[in-house]
Every structure is written in structure tokens, then in C-alpha cells.
């Protein structure tokens, strides 16, 4: 018993500070839902009742536990504090504790190890932080873009953006700290010459296309959008929609064209890149292939549909999550998310019909993808698995798709 004890009580210390950071990142993850989307600052003004105006003590901030102090209520008028508060709070600090331990609680030889387990033991919790600050980052993000996406139909900038600068300086970073000869397999597929420098070449399209969008040399897509919006709606009837993908696809042509320029200059380089730039490569690379999925399949249903299939707030968060997650993950969470929406369909059918005819509510995509990137981030063998069962012969048997693409260079 004391040898089991002195086994488990370092992890159970870690997974209980990683939870409490979790909650705390939930409390901020609950502010900003709440005040981006209405144009607020996270700032000012500082945390108080929506009832009385109370300014709240720093005691009734603290996470999940101010409020069972407060038994739900404000201290001052006695109005019920949302549950959604310690809900979000609970939810965020259990999934930053759930990676920490498939990160690094887990067998690293067994079959949870296949999460990634190994190359973050290997080389201890304080040398992979930038990889982690990064995943559960994504983590805090995707809650918060669920959150506003349920409510607004929109996915502010600032909740795909940040994720994504943490994804690819994250990696760049740990490309610097990590050994080069590390042979544990990265969390994320690795870049050679050829993939890295389409990569760059796309990145640096990217920044052309924001720099002719600035001056005014291009136009932005659905720029006038509001104009179609009725008063007390989020969503509005808008007729051009085949117009503005002929602008979208303008936006891109430069990345195209720099990305098969970069692709043509990687394959007259020979050798391996040093390890910062395979990170940053990496990443970069995950990002594209995110966010590429999603404009493609915006832009084709769009065009075929003649409205908004897809809004950009997807496009952003794939690719938020490709940044963190490398190219493999967000495409595997591409083709899961469409259950999640089917699932949601069925429970809404028979949620109408146990109250007889209840109107049934639409619910935007994003939260379906946000969802599909959880699973796979947090479940990685099972979806491994459920994919041999499925499609048996594409993962070959004892090892994960990641292993068998990582050397596509």
C-alpha cells in the first residue's frame, strides 16, 4: 500500500494542479464567451453582479468553489448565479487534467501510450511545457468558441487566433529545447525540406493576400453581410453567396501559387532540416491542412448551394487546431465531427418528440467540430481503433496512423 501510494501521489499532485489551472482557465473562458461577442473588454469592468452591480470579492472569483460558498447566489441581493459558471469551470479543468494524464500519467508501453505518452515521459513535464501550454491551450479555446458559437452562431477571431500563434510558437520553441536525437515519435508529424518550405511559401501567400486585402487591392467577402441581417437575428438570408467564393478564391490564389513554389524550391534541397525548423514546419503545415479542409469544402458547398455553407469561424478553428495538432489530427477530425451533428439530430428528434412537436433548435457546426477535436486529442486509440474496425487494412495492426505517415516528408 505505501509503495502504490508513493507511486500515485505525484500524479494525483500534478492532475490536481492541472485541474485547478484548468478551472481557473475556465473562469477566464466564461468571461471572454460572455464579453467578445458583445465588444466588452476582458478587463474592465472587473467581475461583478448582473443583478445588483455588486463588485464580486476576490474570494467569490475563485473557481468552482466561490460559488458553492455563495450556494448560487449573490452575497448582496440574493439573485441566482447561473450554473454555467462552476459548469464551465469543471469542464475545463477536467480536460486540462484528462491531457495531462494521457501525457504523461499514462503506460507509456501500454495501449494509452499510443497517445503520445511516450515522447512527453521521455523527456519530462517542464521540458515538453511550450508542446503542452500549447495542446491545452486549444483545449480552453475550443470551449470558449463552443460557447459563443451556440449563442451567436459566429466564432469571434480572438478565440482561433490565439490558439493558432500558441500551436506555432509552441512547437517552434520545443524544437528549440527538445534533443535532436530524440527517438520517441513527436505528437505531431514532423516537416522535411519539401513539406516545410510549401508550407512557408503558403504562409508568406497568406500574409501577400492580407496585405492586397488591407489596400484595398482585393475584396472582402461578405463584406456586406449586415446589410441582409433583420433586426433580432444572427443569421441572416444572404442571396450572393456564389459572388463572394469567386473573392475567396481570389484571396487564395496567391497562397496556392507560393505554396507550389515553396513545394518545387524543398525538392531541390537535400538532407534533413534542423529540428526547429521540422517544429515550425510542422505546424504551419497542420494549420494549412485545417483550415484548407474546411475553405474547400466552404467554397464547393457554397458554390453548389448559392448560400453560406460554412462560416470562416470553422475554417479558423480547424485551422487552430492543425497548428496544435499537426495535419493528421484535424482531418481525422474532420470526417468525425459530421457524427457528432447526426447524434445531435436524432437526440433532437426524440427530445421533440417526447414534448410533443417541441420547435427544434439549429445548432451551428462549430461546436460539432470543436467536439470531434477533443475526442480525438483526449481518445486517440479509440478512434485509432474504431478506424481498423471500420476501414481494416488503412492502419496497419500495433501502431497509429501518425506512425505510418510521419516519414511523408
Same mark, same amino acid.
Given at each position: 500500500?505505501?509503495?502504490?501510494?508513493?507511486?500515485?501521489?505525484p500524479?494525483?499532485?500534478?492532475?490536481?494542479?492541472i485541474?485547478?489551472f484548468?478551472?481557473?482557465?475556465? &473562469?477566464?473562458?466564461?468571461?471572454?464567451?460572455?464579453?467578445?461577442?458583445?465588444?466588452? &473588454?476582458?478587463?474592465?469592468?472587473?467581475?461583478?453582479?448582473?443583478?445588483?452591480?455588486?463588485? %464580486?470579492?476576490?474570494?467569490?472569483?475563485?473557481?468552482?468553489?466561490?460559488?458553492?460558498?455563495?450556494?448560487?447566489?449573490?452575497?448582496?441581493c440574493?439573485s441566482n448565479?447561473?450554473?454555467?459558471?462552476?459548469?464551465?469551470?469543471?469542464?475545463?479543468?477536467? %480536460?486540462?487534467?484528462?491531457?495531462?494524464?494521457?501525457?504523461?500519467?499514462?503506460?507509456?508501453?501500454?495501449?494509452?501510450?499510443?497517445?503520445?505518452?511516450?515522447?512527453?515521459q521521455?523527456?519530462?513535464?517542464?521540458?515538453?511545457?511550450?508542446?503542452?501550454?500549447?495542446?491545452?491551450?486549444?483545449?480552453?479555446?475550443?470551449?470558449?468558441a463552443?460557447?459563443?458559437?451556440?449563442?451567436?452562431?459566429s466564432?469571434? %477571431?480572438?478565440?482561433?487566433?490565439?490558439?493558432?500563434?500558441?500551436?506555432?510558437?509552441?512547437?517552434?520553441?520545443?524544437?528549440?529545447?527538445s534533443?535532436?536525437?530524440?527517438?520517441?515519435?513527436?505528437?505531431?508529424?514532423?516537416?522535411?525540406?519539401?513539406?516545410?518550405?510549401?508550407?512557408?511559401?503558403?504562409?508568406?501567400?497568406?500574409?501577400?493576400?492580407?496585405?492586397?486585402?488591407?489596400?484595398?487591392?482585393?475584396?472582402? &467577402?461578405?463584406?456586406?453581410?449586415?446589410?441582409h441581417? =433583420?433586426?433580432?437575428?444572427v443569421?441572416?438570408?444572404?442571396?450572393?453567396?456564389?459572388?463572394?467564393?469567386?473573392?475567396?478564391?481570389?484571396?487564395?490564389?496567391?497562397?496556392?501559387?507560393?505554396?507550389?513554389?515553396?513545394?518545387?524550391?524543398?525538392?531541390?534541397?537535400?538532407?534533413?532540416?534542423p529540428?526547429?525548423?521540422?517544429?515550425?514546419?510542422?505546424?504551419?503545415?497542420?494549420?494549412?491542412?485545417g483550415?484548407?479542409?474546411?475553405?474547400?469544402?466552404?467554397i464547393?458547398?457554397?458554390?453548389? =448551394?448559392?448560400?453560406?455553407?460554412m462560416?470562416?469561424?470553422?475554417?479558423?478553428?480547424?485551422?487552430?487546431?492543425?497548428?496544435?495538432?499537426?495535419?493528421?489530427?484535424?482531418?481525422?477530425?474532420?470526417?468525425?465531427?459530421?457524427?457528432?451533428?447526426?447524434a445531435?439530430?436524432?437526440?433532437?428528434?426524440?427530445?421533440?418528440?417526447?414534448?410533443?412537436?417541441?420547435?427544434?433548435?439549429?445548432?451551428?457546426?462549430?461546436?460539432?467540430?470543436?467536439?470531434?477535436?477533443?475526442?480525438?486529442v483526449?481518445?486517440?486509440?479509440?478512434?485509432?481503433?474504431?478506424?481498423?474496425?471500420?476501414?481494416?487494412?488503412?492502419i496497419?495492426?500495433?501502431?497509429?496512423?501518425?506512425e505510418?505517415?510521419?516519414?511523408?516528408?
Amino acid at each position: 500500500m505505501i509503495d502504490l501510494m508513493q507511486m500515485w501521489l505525484p500524479n494525483l499532485i500534478g492532475i490536481a494542479f492541472i485541474f485547478a489551472f484548468g478551472a481557473c482557465v475556465g &473562469s477566464f473562458v466564461n468571461v471572454t464567451a460572455l464579453r467578445i461577442p458583445e465588444g466588452m &473588454s476582458v478587463v474592465a469592468p472587473p467581475s461583478r453582479c448582473p443583478i445588483c452591480g455588486r463588485r %464580486l470579492a476576490w474570494y467569490e472569483n475563485l473557481p468552482i468553489i466561490g460559488w458553492i460558498c455563495a450556494r448560487g447566489r449573490c452575497w448582496s441581493c440574493k439573485s441566482n448565479i447561473s450554473f454555467r459558471y462552476p459548469a464551465i469551470e469543471l469542464i475545463a479543468g477536467g %480536460l486540462f487534467a484528462a491531457y495531462y494524464a494521457v501525457a504523461f500519467v499514462a503506460d507509456p508501453q501500454g495501449w494509452w501510450g499510443r497517445a503520445g505518452a511516450g515522447w512527453f515521459q521521455s523527456q519530462g513535464f517542464l521540458a515538453t511545457l511550450p508542446a503542452f501550454i500549447a495542446v491545452v491551450g486549444l483545449l480552453g479555446a475550443l470551449l470558449a468558441a463552443t460557447l459563443t458559437d451556440l449563442k451567436c452562431f459566429s466564432i469571434p %477571431l480572438a478565440f482561433t487566433l490565439t490558439p493558432t500563434i500558441l500551436g506555432i510558437a509552441g512547437w517552434t520553441v520545443q524544437g528549440m529545447l527538445s534533443p535532436p536525437g530524440l527517438r520517441e515519435p513527436w505528437p505531431i508529424p514532423l516537416a522535411g525540406w519539401t513539406t516545410g518550405c510549401m508550407a512557408i511559401g503558403a504562409g508568406l501567400g497568406i500574409a501577400l493576400s492580407l496585405v492586397l486585402l488591407w489596400k484595398g487591392l482585393m475584396k472582402r &467577402s461578405f463584406a456586406d453581410y449586415h446589410e441582409h441581417l =433583420k433586426d433580432g437575428e444572427v443569421l441572416a438570408d444572404y442571396p450572393h453567396g456564389r459572388r463572394e467564393m469567386v473573392r475567396e478564391i481570389v484571396f487564395l490564389t496567391p497562397v496556392v501559387a507560393l505554396a507550389l513554389a515553396g513545394w518545387l524550391v524543398g525538392r531541390s534541397i537535400g538532407g534533413t532540416p534542423p529540428l526547429v525548423l521540422q517544429t515550425l514546419g510542422g505546424a504551419v503545415l497542420g494549420y494549412l491542412a485545417g483550415a484548407g479542409i474546411m475553405w474547400f469544402v466552404r467554397i464547393v458547398a457554397t458554390s453548389i =448551394k448559392g448560400i453560406e455553407a460554412m462560416g470562416m469561424g470553422d475554417v479558423h478553428l480547424m485551422g487552430a487546431a492543425g497548428a496544435t495538432l499537426g495535419w493528421i489530427d484535424p482531418i481525422i477530425a474532420f470526417f468525425l465531427a459530421p457524427f457528432s451533428g447526426l447524434a445531435f439530430i436524432a437526440l433532437a428528434g426524440l427530445w421533440g418528440a417526447i414534448r410533443q412537436g417541441t420547435s427544434r433548435r439549429e445548432i451551428p457546426y462549430g461546436p460539432h467540430l470543436a467536439l470531434a477535436v477533443v475526442v480525438v486529442v483526449l481518445l486517440r486509440p479509440v478512434v485509432f481503433d474504431a478506424g481498423r474496425l471500420l476501414f481494416p487494412g488503412l492502419i496497419p495492426a500495433n501502431s497509429s496512423l501518425q506512425e505510418g505517415l510521419r516519414k511523408v516528408k
